[in-house]
């Protein structure tokens, strides 16, 4: 698999001005991005369930450049919400696909490995991860060890893609499934959801780290959450900012969310930042039948209407 | 003896200038009573209102947040309110879920001739609000 991904990226390397691919990071655990600008690089190109990032990230910075990207299932939904909304333009890029068993959870393997340094990981055929800490080799299955977008996934083949690497998958998850958590917090009484966000909201920093690893957060040094004029949001640490803070996230990305979890990935306080906009996506589909990311021909929910919209009900007092 | 006003609430109203604006003008005009609890907040178009706007007043007080604007293929700006309907539509789902009673938001549509049917909203709304009483949403961070 990783020879003909190598492959493939050789191939593609002569029309682009860079691939942007996946490297062993800085411990056995971690992968990294990888800008690959010329050939000599492609040695250290890795392809395993370390390589957890969404690297369509990056893309609409490198709007004017030909840009070449490897991409999981999840990820391709970001590159066709992008060209929905023209942030990036198609023919400026080439997609490698690779169809994706799931990949790991850093955070979960670490809290099972109580955060031991560690030394080796290796892979085998059966879905297993082999980590090997100071305390000795541990063998888990990355189906465990998955973030939980992994249980429900819909699209482990990428939607668009020029090269695909590896033959296309189909999801043995049922699509009934994908909003179950959802649900069951919405059985819950007012008060019980109005303290759940409480606790959570609480642990928020407000290091924007989610705000940073969210790639359809386009605003980058224009964010209402920073600005000063216009002046959403004072720079104290009370739950009424922290609140506002995360509305603000939710809000500027409804019926956008590609639900890659890429917030709830960078979150170093482990808050559940995607529920909300997975809420809200429940509802687009709900009120618009409009799935972020998976048609190129449709236009997001929030930047069109109908005159008899006829999912909308008037209100009454 | 002096009639005990009861306790004021605070609810803060988005109206459209064209129509709702002129909608409670005309109430005032026609010396209709109304509860004296509702703020109101003019914005050029019902489209102008930001979700956002709806979220800080809740966040930052208010206990009880009203929107109108004018009636669907009224819009000064021809369009302004359908996306606005959209926006509302979906915030409105979202309130609940974060653990605030979604009654406590109501979006509607009056145009500046309906002075009754203005007083009717504010009354109507104002007194849900009495029923549900002031909003609680914790103020500071725990130490």
């Known amino acids: 698999m990783i020879d003909k991904l190598k492959e493939t990226v050789a191939k593609v390397l002569n029309d682009v001005d860079l691939v942007i691919g996946y490297e062993n990071g800085f411990d056995a655990i971690h992968a990294t991005p990888y800008f690959i600008t010329s050939a000599d690089q492609i040695d250290k190109l890795i392809w395993n369930p370390l390589c957890v990032h969404n690297l369509t990230t990056y893309l609409p910075t490198l709007k004017m450049k030909k840009v070449g990207i490897i991409v999981k299932g999840c990820d391709s939904r970001t590159i066709v919400q992008f060209i929905q909304e023209g942030l990036i333009l198609r023919d400026n890029l080439v997609i490698i696909g690779l169809p994706c068993t799931g990949v790991i959870s850093v955070n979960k393997i670490l809290t099972e490995t109580n955060r031991e340094h560690i030394e080796e990981v290796s892979f085998d055929d059966k879905g297993n991860i082999n980590v090997k800490t100071g305390k000795g080799p541990k063998t888990l299955a990355v189906a465990d060890f998955s973030p939980d977008k992994c249980g429900t996934c819909q699209y482990p083949t990428p939607l668009v893609y020029d090269h695909l690497v590896g033959d296309p998958i189909k999801s043995d998850k049922a699509p009934e499934n994908v909003y179950a958590d959802i649900k069951e917090f919405e059985s819950k009484t007012l008060e019980e959801r109005m303290k759940y966000w409480e606790q959570e909201f609480d642990h928020c920093i407000r290091c924007y780290a989610c705000r940073n690893a969210c790639p359809m957060c386009i605003c980058s040094d224009n964010c209402i959450a920073e600005s000063r004029d216009p002046h959403w949001m004072t720079q104290k640490m009370t739950f009424t900012e922290k609140f506002m803070f995360h509305m603000i996230h939710a809000l500027h990305l409804a019926g956008r969310c590609v639900e890659c979890g890429e917030c709830e990935r960078a979150c170093p306080m482990g808050i559940p930042v995607n529920k909300l906009k997975r809420k809200i996506n429940q509802d687009m589909k709900e009120l618009y039948g409009y799935e972020p990311g998976v048609n190129l021909d449709e236009k997001p929910p929030m930047f069109m209407f109908n005159v008899d919209e006829l999912k909308i009900k008037e209100h009454k007092i | ?143």
Request: proline share 6%.
């Open chain 2, 1 to 143: 003896m002096p009639e005990v006003a009861p306790k004021e609430l605070r609810v803060v109203g988005f109206l459209c200038n064209w129509c709702s604006y002129g909608g409670a003008d005309t109430a005032g005009v026609s010396r209709f009573k109304q509860p004296t609890d509702l703020r109101i907040i003019r914005v050029p178009c019902s489209g102008r209102v930001d979700p956002l706007f709806v979220v800080k007043a809740l966040l930052n007080g208010a206990d009880g947040v009203l929107v109108s604007g004018c009636h669907p293929r009224d819009c000064h700006y021809s369009d302004g309110n359908f996306y606005a309907r959209r926006r509302l539509e979906m915030l409105k789902r979202l309130l609940p879920f974060l653990g605030i009673d979604e009654r406590r938001f109501y979006y509607t549509w009056v145009s500046a001739s309906e002075g009754a049917r203005w007083q009717q909203t504010v009354t109507e709304f104002t007194s849900r609000i009495h029923e549900l009483g002031p909003l609680h949403i914790k103020k500071e961070a725990a130490p």
